[in-house]
């Protein structure tokens, strides 16, 4: 069982529109943060969020963290080609002793088609 | 910064083999993850280290799997004997708190 669901698995989408990417648990975490690998490349960090119902911004993606700190969203406004990649979700789970190692979703690959 | 280097990028290797990987973290980073990614499984964290020393190890597969930290700029991750299912890339990243890992570019190992 993943701990972190993320969908859709697959999207494709042309250049231009809008949307938005889940990630979904029914755990709570201390902090959830969205990371977008490339081919051959490891995943590199776009943003934490620690707050539940705490919204931050990206230049046009969005980032929510849900109000009981069990799932969070992606919202890409106006995709663009550059926006294709590996979105995956990864949450926190604080032992209160201590950082946890990161438990990372599979992830949804975005391809924006120009 | 350089940023988190793992080496080789590729291995290829036989069956029952010793493979080791290695990782240089970022410096001043306290902490330092060995994770796996596959098609199947995602990315799955094997071990961590907080000051070199290994906190949890608890995703290590079983015993052919073992990770060193002898000092903060170091680590290795090794696989005596390998086998085919161990086929993956194998990924480096270090932070300095839980709130932002930076990742190298990972070992893609393929055991034929």
């Known amino acids: 069982t993943q701990l972190l669901e993320q969908s859709p698995q697959f999207l494709s989408i042309q250049e231009g529109e809008n949307l938005t990417v889940y990630c979904n648990s029914s755990?709570?975490?201390?902090?959830l943060q969205w990371y977008r690998q490339e081919p051959g490349e490891g995943p590199v960090l776009l943003v934490t969020?620690?707050?539940?119902?705490e919204v931050k911004k990206l230049k046009r993606l969005t980032f929510q963290f849900g109000d009981a700190r069990k799932d969070s969203s992606l919202h890409i406004t106006a995709a663009q080609p550059g926006d294709t990649g590996l979105y995956l979700c990864a949450g926190a789970l604080y032992s209160g002793g201590g950082a946890d190692g990161l438990t990372f979703g599979k992830g949804t690959h975005l391809i924006i088609q120009p | 910064d350089a940023g988190v280097i793992q080496s080789p990028r590729h291995e290829v290797t036989e069956m029952g083999q010793e493979v080791t990987l290695r990782c240089k973290p970022i410096?001043?980073?306290?902490?330092l993850f060995w994770y796996r990614q596959t098609m199947m499984r995602g990315l799955e964290l094997l071990i961590y280290?907080?000051?070199?020393?290994?906190?949890?190890d608890s995703g290590m597969p079983e015993d052919r799997f073992s990770a060193k930290m002898p000092n903060a700029s170091f680590s290795t991750l090794k696989i005596q004997p390998s086998e085919p299912r161990d086929s993956a890339v194998y990924f480096c990243?270090?932070?300095?708190?839980?709130?932002?890992?930076?990742f190298g570019s990972g070992t893609r190992l393929t055991v034929v």
């Open positions: 990243a270090s932070s300095p708190d839980h709130y932002g890992y930076t």
């Open positions: 280290f907080n000051n070199n020393v290994p906190i949890d």
């Open positions: 410096s001043g980073h306290d902490y």
């Open positions: 969020v620690v707050t539940g119902g």
């Open positions: 755990s709570v975490f201390s902090s």
